[in-house]
């Protein structure tokens, strides 16, 4: 069965086509990078009329790079939530009128379970199965959660949530902390590949302890110490030219970044990456200890993390992450997960709302 998925619930605008859950024909990502970025962030209003523009242009593309028609497809796939409302009725209404003209299935689902699911189709793709049960570490801007993932049976799929941020998700400090150093938006990738060229150890920077569950996360107080570093070592000329340098936009050239960043801030980025890093595989290993787990499976955008991705490969336990188009949103990780709850028959009705809030 070819699925096609769909999924505007923040500032991407995407489609794929994945056959029985296992086979990717074709992944489009529209990014909305450049109307966003002189805001340094979202900006919901924009990010609708963006997905308005490209949702008809993108599925047609995951239709031909999947070389299918309309006709070819057997299900619809969609994020319902969480995320942007006006973001996701786009993907949503117009999932629901193309599900009603060919006369096809529609599934509306949860996005944090498409993280997941995105390690699930990456694994499948390859002929292996995820060892289940697994802890789900979903990273991203919007989510920092844990989950023991079940399968109690073929294509059926249970979750607990263990534990999450109390404050910030993990891809929102890295946002954070990246603009107020003055590195434009968003600030993950740009700090994963500037922390190679710090020394963590010349900047220290507080861990969380929590009170209540032990394996919640907490990144505001950390990014609060980010800015007392700042403060207190005098960077604010630093930065204004480093703003100066990325007021056109995204700069992609890392060594153009590097000729207007310090050493010291070079080394303060390091310590927030490693910070962020060790927080996340000292909660995930001890949850993982905890639960009666066979894997950890890391998913997200943040899961795009090289020195993350590193830290993990000494780990005791298998990990999963997935490639890095499937890692940040895309639409192929939503018909994965479409797919199994298709299979057992569910279906929605077109009077399924977008839900900002929804919980996994
Ligand atoms: O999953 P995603 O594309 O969208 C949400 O559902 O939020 O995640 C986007 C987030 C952003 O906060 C971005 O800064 C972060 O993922 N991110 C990274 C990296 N690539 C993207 N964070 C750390 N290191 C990266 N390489
Ligand atoms: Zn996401």
């Known amino acids: 069965m070819y699925v096609l998925g769909i999924e505007t619930s923040c500032d991407e605008t ?18 909305q990078l450049k109307t966003h970025f002189p805001y340094g962030g979202v900006v919901p209003e924009l990010a609708s009329r963006e997905h308005l523009r490209a949702i008809v242009p993108v599925v047609r593309r995951a239709l031909e790079q ?13 994020t319902k939530g969480p995320g942007l409302v006006g973001s996701l009725l786009v993907g949503l209404t117009f999932a629901k009128g193309l599900a009603l003209s060919l006369r096809i299935p529609l599934i509306a689902v949860n ?45 059926r ?15 929102e400090a890295f946002d954070k902390v990246a603009k107020l150093l003055g590195f434009g938006y968003p600030g993950g990738p740009i700090i994963d590949r500037l922390a190679p060229f710090g020394d963590p150890s010349q900047v220290k920077l507080p861990s969380t302890r ?15 110490a980010v800015l ?3 403060r207190s070592a005098d960077m604010d000329e630093e930065i204004k030219m480093r703003k100066q340098t990325f007021s056109s936009g995204p700069v992609k050239d890392i060594e153009a970044i590097r000729a207007v960043t310090s050493q010291q801030t070079l080394d303060l980025v390091a310590s927030f990456q490693q910070t962020v890093i060790d927080e996340l595989l000292s909660r995930a290993l001890k949850a993982a200890d905890k639960e009666p787990v066979q894997s950890i499976i890391v ?15 000494s780990i005791r336990y298998p990990f999963y992450f997935p490639t890095l188009a499937l890692s940040t ?6 018909a994965a997960a479409g797919y199994p709850h298709l299979l057992r028959g569910e279906r929605s009705d077109f009077s399924v709302k977008a839900q900002p809030s929804l919980a996994l």
Do not use: C, W
């Open 157 to 171: 799929y249970t979750y607990r949530l263990i534990s999450k941020t109390r404050d910030d998700a993990a891809g």
């Open 111 to 155: 996005h944090i379970e498409g993280h997941i699911h995105a390690v699930v189709l990456e694994e499948k793709q390859h002929g292996r199965e995820v060892a289940f049960p697994a802890l789900a570490l979903v990273v991203s801007g919007g989510h920092t959660h844990m989950f023991l993932v079940e399968q109690p049976e073929p294509f």
């Open 228 to 230: 007392r570093y700042v």
């Open 329 to 334: 949103d895309n639409a192929a990780m939503i």
């Open 66 to 78: 999947a070389k299918l028609s309309y006709a070819d497809l057997g299900a619809i796939a969609v």
């Open 14 to 31: 995407a489609a794929a086509v994945v056959e029985s859950g296992e086979r990717l024909l074709s992944n489009i990502v529209a990014s």
């Open 299 to 313: 998913s997200g955008g943040v899961a795009a993390n090289a020195g993350l991705r590193r830290r993990f490969s």
């Open 210 to 224: 929590m009170k209540g569950n032990e394996l919640d996360l907490s990144f505001s107080g950390l990014k609060t």
